[in-house]
Nanobody, 121 residues
Framework: QVQLVESGGGLVQPGGSLRLSCAASGSIFSINAMGWYRQAPGKQRELVAAITSGGSTNYADSVKGRFTISRDNAKNTVYLQMNSLKPEDTAVYYC???????????????WGQGTQVTVSS
């Protein structure tokens, strides 16, 4: 079973920066894609950014130019650098690992427990 552990959330003023990290552990042979989703109160969970094992990235329009996703395949870790944060970025941010191939060849998806990001003055 794969576990995802997130860190790096917190309270930041508008215009500030935060860096989220998510480390996957367990029986992992490879991970196809890793990404970050967020869910604000009263809203649906939405994709923020994703990155494949080959380094291809995808961003929500609302974060393009402000957020950068990166990945360390050797450490099974994904990062989200968030700059120029806005109050509307306030949400619980969830890490996702898609297409996780285990040591015995099974394939699954996993979610982290979520980390709160609050942008407020």
């Amino acid at each position: 079973q794969v576990q995802l552990v997130e860190s790096g959330g917190g309270l930041v003023q508008p215009g500030g920066s935060l860096r989220l990290s998510c480390a996957a552990s367990g029986s992992i042979f490879s991970i196809n894609a890793m990404g970050w989703y967020r869910q604000a109160p009263g809203k649906q969970r939405e994709l923020v950014a994703a990155i494949t094992s080959g380094g291809s990235t995808n961003y929500a329009d609302s974060v393009k130019g402000r957020f950068t996703i990166s990945r360390d395949n050797a450490k099974n870790t994904v990062y989200l650098q968030m700059n120029s944060l806005k109050p509307e970025d306030t949400a619980v941010y969830y890490c996702n690992a898609a297409g996780v191939v285990s040591g015995i060849g099974s394939v699954s998806d996993s979610w982290g427990q979520g980390t709160q990001v609050t942008v407020s003055s």
